[in-house]
């Protein structure tokens, strides 16, 4: 399965932007990580596609919305009131399978994209 992440982009403090996660076939969920300048990958969202149930980290609940398209078979990432510490690569990852509900762990995913760059100005 293949991964494309797009929508990133160059917008001001407070403003948003939505990221899209295609896959060539079918996964069983799917997540967004990020990664700022200088730090470690960390953790964003993730989806189950069959339950649609939805996780998030602390630092994006109620700022960011995780949602699948089955139509598309994208899921998209809608991010309201950026903040510059958003500002990041984002990448976008799959499950082929239910590996537990700690959805946060990096190595439980089997896909990844090439990271779409979300910059947010002060």
């Known amino acids: 399965v293949q991964l494309q992440a797009s929508g990133g982009g160059l917008v001001q403090a407070g403003g948003s932007l939505r990221l899209s996660c295609a896959a060539s076939?079918?996964?069983?969920?799917r997540g967004w990580f990020r990664q700022a300048p200088g730090k470690e990958r960390e953790f964003v969202a993730a989806?189950?596609?069959?339950?649609?149930?939805?996780y998030y980290a602390d630092f994006v609940k109620g700022r960011f919305t995780i949602s699948t398209d089955n139509v598309k078979n994208t899921v998209d990432l809608s991010m309201n009131s950026l903040k510059p510490e958003d500002t990041a690569i984002y990448y976008c990852?799959?499950?082929?399978?239910?590996?537990?509900?700690?959805?946060?762990?990096?190595?439980?995913?089997?896909?990844w994209g090439q990271g779409t760059q979300v910059t947010v100005s002060s």
């Open positions: 990852a799959a499950r082929s399978s239910y590996y537990g509900s700690n959805y946060a762990l990096e190595g439980s995913y089997d896909y």
């Open positions: 989806i189950s596609w069959s339950t649609g149930s939805a």
């Open positions: 076939g079918r996964t069983f969920s």
